[in-house]
């Protein structure tokens, strides 16, 4: 049977557009949130404003790249469907490989948090160690997808390597967000009033920003073991880093937030909510390691 008449436009050029649309707002998202974090947080250490533009420019590539294989699917190659399930557009495979730095350095960030939290290697280094592998697995997976004559071949030979490097992404993600909630917890369990409602907050944004990018992963997973002939799979994994670069900018920007429940009088904040009373606080923060940590003092 023909490629044409396999060819289905919905689940194909349709899956394509949408999710390279969605990708580009999210990517609105991230320059307005890297925009405000310039803007706010000019006192940040060098390294960590390093990352933070090397992580937008790889966006930035990333989005023009998905862009391109968007209009040589839909423009350059329109009325030869056939050619959607031969070789990879370069920019394509550009893309994957943007993807591939975006989310190991993100969860790079994160691990380097965790040891700030818990100056304990053990945790910190096996998330290291993910992130290498699977930044090596993605750099093997472009070196061959350079050289494929045609996807179906391409998912056939290597479907083991995708399927592991979302395996890790999982596994990863999973370990430190669980990391992170329990350090907050345990520092929660012995804080003041105050300070025991900001970490409930982080402990909310950490929870929530971990699921997100889970949940993606193994989206992406579940809908690529399905349906490897359609790109819905690909335009859900288009869309992946942009959830890990907002993810990382929100953490960064939520400072403001967190400064900001810091100046409101403990009596107007919602602690009958919690069963704490209302003797106030005075919180001191200071940043060790790029890691906002506060130091209590009863008044």
């Not at 930044?135 to 050289?147: D, P």
């Not at 967000?177 to 907050?184: D, R, W």
């Not at 804080?191 to 989206?219: C, F, P, Q, Y």
Request: hydrophobic share 50%.
């Amino acid at each position: 049977m023909s490629s044409a008449v396999l060819f289905d436009p919905t689940s194909t050029i349709g899956a394509l557009q949408i999710g390279v649309l969605v990708s580009v707002l999210l990517f609105g998202i991230t320059t307005s949130q890297a925009y405000v974090y310039y803007s706010r947080f000019p006192e940040d250490s060098a390294k960590l404003k390093v990352l933070v533009a090397f992580v937008w420019c790889c966006e930035l590539g990333h989005a023009i790249c998905i862009g391109h294989g968007l209009y040589t699917y839909t423009i350059s190659d329109y009325g030869q469907p056939e050619r959607l399930f031969g070789p990879m557009p370069k920019s394509v495979v550009l893309a994957v490989f943007f993807t591939g730095v975006i989310e190991p350095c993100v969860q790079t960030f994160f691990s380097f948090r965790i040891y700030g939290l818990s100056k304990k290697l053990c945790i910190p280094v096996l998330s290291w160690i993910l992130s290498f592998v699977r930044l090596a697995e993605n750099m093997v997976g472009v070196a061959a997808a350079l050289g494929m004559k045609s996807m179906q071949g391409y998912l056939a030979q290597w479907e083991w390597l995708i399927t592991a490097d979302w395996c890790i992404s999982v596994t990863n993600d999973v370990v430190i967000t669980v990391t992170l909630v329990s350090l907050l917890h345990l520092q929660r369990t012995n804080a003041h009033k105050r300070t025991a409602l900001l970490m409930d907050k982080l402990i909310a944004w950490t929870i929530e920003t971990g699921m997100l990018t889970s949940v993606m992963s193994i989206l992406t997973l579940a809908l690529f073991l399905r349906e490897k002939e359609s790109f819905i799979w690909v335009s859900v994994y288009f869309v992946a880093p942009r959830l890990f670069s907002n993810s990382l900018l929100a953490s960064l920007n939520s400072r403001t937030t967190l400064r900001a429940m810091n100046d409101v009088p403990l009596s107007s904040l919602n602690l009958t909510a919690i069963g704490m009373p209302s003797n106030s606080v005075q919180i001191r923060w200071t940043k060790v390691q790029g890691v906002t940590r506060d130091e209590e003092e009863s008044v």
